[in-house]
Structures are given as C-alpha cells and as structure tokens.
C-alpha cells in the first residue's frame, strides 16, 4: 500500500530558508499527483500546494506562500519537494504530504497522507 514519509522540517528565523522532502513507496509514483498541506495549533489543515502527474506539472499554490515557496518532483527517486523562503512566523505549522489520483484543494480530494514534520519559524 501506498506509504508517505517526510523529512527536513526544523526551526528557522523569520526570513530563513528550508527544504521538505517527501518519499512514496508502494505504488507508481509517476501516477500520482502530490501535495503540501499544513496545520497549526488550533487550526484546520489548509492547502499549501500542489503538483499534478509525470508528464503533467502543473502547480497549484495558496495565495499565502504565492512567491515564496516552490513545490517539484524527481520522478527518477519518488519524491516531491517544497521549497521555503522569507519564511514568516504564520508558516509555523505540522507540514503533511499528500498523494492521489485526483487534483485539488481540498484535504478530501488526497488519499494518502504521512505523518508530518514540524516548522518553526521564530522572530
């Protein structure tokens, strides 16, 4: 069955950069399109981009990290990334990947999720 990890979350300054990374194994990565979602304490989890199939690529990016973040995929390893910077202390959240079939915004659009790593941007 289709697995999630990520990795690369941590503490940062306010204006500082970071990496994510997240790894699928147990299915055709190639098949699938990708996201970032995010939640902070008391929140709900919100989308924070997305990129659709191999072949495919487009993206789809929430208006708070339009310009700041940038989201990709390396078909040949299986991984999505989600590049930070001028990161701002609201970006402080558990950070998800998420991988389907289909495309969208919405958390209920996404059938696989991982297990978070955490983003902390201090001021």
């Known amino acids: 069955q289709v697995q999630l990890v990520e990795s690369g979350g941590g503490l940062v300054q306010a204006g500082g950069s970071l990496s994510l990374s997240c790894v699928l194994s147990?299915?055709?990565?190639?098949?699938?399109?990708m996201a970032w979602f995010r939640q902070a304490p008391g929140k709900e989890r919100e989308f924070v981009a997305a990129i659709s199939w191999s072949g495919y690529y487009s993206t789809l990016y929430a208006d708070s990290v339009k310009g700041r973040f940038t989201i990709s995929r390396g078909d040949a390893e299986n991984t999505v990334y989600l590049q930070m910077i001028s990161l701002k202390a609201e970006d402080t959240a558990i950070y998800y990947c998420a991988a389907s079939r289909r495309y969208g915004s919405r958390a209920a659009d996404w059938d696989y999720w991982g297990r978070g790593t955490q983003v902390t941007v201090s001021s």
């Open positions: 147990g299915g055709t990565f190639k098949h699938y399109a």
